[in-house]
């Protein structure tokens, strides 16, 4: 288990993550979502000692990370898949990681095969790896301690469409088989689909945090017409404000039926009227950190 409390980290007066709290449970997955700058990142750091918290606690199996006395065994992390020597195999690099660790030299074919390296990619240097290659290689090292608990920054970045797969079977086996899994991703689609708890975080403070169910459950409806302006005038007259999605619908915090009863009374022909959870999370997504967002409504490095 993974907990945070009050957690605060000041750079030169600024807090890049203020008084955050929240826990990762074992047996599930919990995404950390937020824009790039938010605090995701600063947050992880302090959970692996890399950085000192300014105030607040983490704790990570009952205790601090520095404290354990052969951390990979217990978690497994992978922050920056390119912060891999690059003059060394990958084979030698898993081999270091397992004698660091106290761990048979069997488990470095082991982790080859499960992240799907070939005996030729092992061998090769690490310079020569594409990004999704050195992902493999940077989660096999995260677990090659069988650690009870993984934390990874951005782990699908560079990884082709059956390399995302890959990567939501493999978190999903180790979270079924009682693993904590605490996942940072903006990829939002993959989180959407992998994640059992989100936490949203935006400008360093938690926005947001519940099962995917409790968040997306209160998104709202979706609405859409051949004239949204007059649609979203019939709803303002009904008390319902409007905004506009980012596929250009109107999107309503009032339940799907409240918003056809609106639209029959005003004469308005509706093309579209759903709840707005099957819009998936990247409306929720977008409305919880709308503060943190760039000038153009969408931040940096966001994908759906």
């Known amino acids: 288990m993974i907990t945070v409390d009050h957690l605060t980290k000041t750079y030169r007066g600024v807090s890049a993550v203020d008084d955050v709290s929240f826990s990762a449970h074992p047996g599930r997955v919990t995404g950390f979502l937020g824009p790039n700058g938010a605090g995701k990142s600063t947050t992880m750091r302090i959970m692996l000692g890399l950085s000192p918290a300014t105030s607040g606690t983490v704790e990570v199996l009952g205790g601090r990370y520095a404290d354990l006395p052969n951390p990979g065994l217990e978690i497994g992390a992978l922050l920056d898949a390119s912060a891999q020597h690059v003059g060394r195999t990958g084979r030698e690099i898993l081999t270091i990681a397992a004698r660091t660790m106290g761990q048979p030299t069997l488990r470095v074919t082991q982790m080859l095969s499960r992240v799907s390296l070939t005996e030729k990619e092992a061998d090769r240097r690490v310079r020569h790896y594409s990004l999704g290659m050195r992902q493999r290689l940077g989660i096999a090292t995260a677990l090659i301690g069988d650690p009870a608990v993984l934390i990874l920054d951005e782990p699908a970045n560079g990884l082709d469409p059956a390399g995302i797969r890959w990567m939501r079977e493999l978190l999903r086996e180790y979270a079924d088989q009682g693993g904590t899994v605490l996942l940072s991703s903006h990829l939002l689609h993959e989180i959407e ?3 059992d708890d989100l936490i949203v975080i935006g400008n360093g403070r938690i926005v947001a945090q519940g099962t995917k169910e409790e968040l997306l459950s209160a998104a709202g409806t979706v609405v859409s017409c051949d004239d949204n302006t007059l649609l979203a005038a019939a709803l303002s007259e009904a008390g319902i404000d409007a905004s506009r999605s980012l596929r250009g619908a109107l999107h309503v915090h009032a339940e799907p039926h409240h918003v056809g009863q609106v639209a ?14 099957s819009a998936g999370l990247e409306q929720l997504f977008l409305e919880l950190t709308a503060d943190s967002q760039r000038e153009n409504g969408v931040s940096e490095g966001l994908v759906a």
């Open 193 to 195: 689909v992998v994640a």
């Open 264 to 277: 029959l009374a005003a004469g308005v022909a509706l093309c579209e009227l759903r709840s707005a959870d």
